[in-house]
């Protein structure tokens, strides 16, 4: 039976860009709820993979970007040592918007039996599209946990109405996916009680 996995999606970030001392706080509170669903995800022993920017640094690997977050100061260093990947944690750098775009997600998510991937991270706005509608296209069951997604405020309505009217991409809160993991209503997350 296939798998559902947790993808957490660019909360390692140093907030260096033009929107991102705005943005920091959005992602540290996002950040807490990613860390309630990785907790979850670990008990079960389901699959979580980080898929980050690489912030244009070709050199530099997922574990090395991490520590360089992990003893910054703020928020940077905040959500590093809130999420910061342990040993059974799965990581693949990215170039652009998309976690698969260049990537070798799909052939990890295939090695790994996934069918469901739940989504969190930021930008909900654009990352968090980009890689739900990419899922989608590879015909897995996509779900983002809203409150688990970071967004510049005047961005997240029209962002959340765009995944809604896909058809494909199921928004759900943190509490509403904890629950229907919690329960095994749906091993596969995809339609999580209300």
Same mark, same amino acid.
């Given at each position: 039976?296939?798998?559902?996995?947790?993808?957490?999606? &660019?909360?390692?970030?140093?907030?260096?860009?033009? *929107?991102?001392?705005?943005?920091?706080?959005?992602?540290?509170?996002? %950040?807490?709820? $990613?860390?309630?669903?990785? &907790?979850? !995800? *670990?008990?079960?022993?389901?699959?979580?993979?980080?898929?980050? &920017?690489? !912030?244009?640094?070709?050199?530099?690997?997922?574990?090395?970007?991490?520590?360089?977050?992990?003893?910054?100061?703020? +928020?940077?260093?905040?959500?590093?040592?809130?999420?910061?990947?342990? +040993?059974?944690?799965?990581?693949?750098?990215?170039?652009?918007?998309?976690?698969?775009?260049? =990537?070798?997600? %799909?052939?990890?998510?295939?090695?790994?039996?996934?069918?469901?991937?739940?989504?969190?991270?930021?930008?909900?706005?654009?990352?968090?599209?980009? =890689? $739900?509608? *990419?899922?989608?296209?590879?015909? !897995?069951?996509?779900?983002?946990?809203?409150?688990?997604?970071?967004?510049?405020?005047?961005?997240?309505?029209?962002?959340? =109405?765009?995944?809604?009217?896909?058809?494909?991409?199921?928004?759900?809160?943190?509490?509403?996916?904890?629950?229907?993991?919690?329960?095994?209503?749906?091993?596969?997350?995809?339609?999580? =009680?209300?």
């Amino acid at each position: 039976m296939p798998r559902t996995a947790l993808l957490i999606v &660019d909360l390692f970030s140093r907030f260096d860009f033009p *929107d991102g001392p705005q943005l920091a706080p959005l992602a540290f509170k996002a %950040a807490k709820k $990613a860390r309630q669903i990785r &907790d979850a !995800f *670990d008990e079960k022993q389901w699959p979580v993979i980080y898929a980050n &920017d690489n !912030f244009g640094d070709w050199k530099c690997g997922f574990h090395q970007l991490a520590e360089v977050c992990r003893h910054t100061e703020g +928020p940077s260093g905040g959500i590093a040592r809130l999420l910061f990947p342990g +040993p059974d944690h799965y990581t693949v750098l990215k170039p652009k918007h998309s976690a698969f775009l260049a =990537t070798p997600l %799909a052939v990890l998510l295939a090695k790994l039996d996934v069918g469901t991937l739940v989504l969190a991270g930021m930008a909900l706005d654009s990352c968090i599209i980009a =890689t $739900a509608i *990419d899922a989608n296209s590879r015909e !897995f069951s996509t779900v983002v946990a809203s409150d688990a997604t970071a967004c510049l405020p005047l961005r997240r309505p029209s962002a959340l =109405t765009l995944l809604r009217s896909t058809g494909g991409v199921q928004v759900r809160t943190t509490r509403v996916l904890l629950r229907s993991l919690e329960s095994g209503h749906d091993r596969q997350a995809g339609q999580p =009680t209300s």
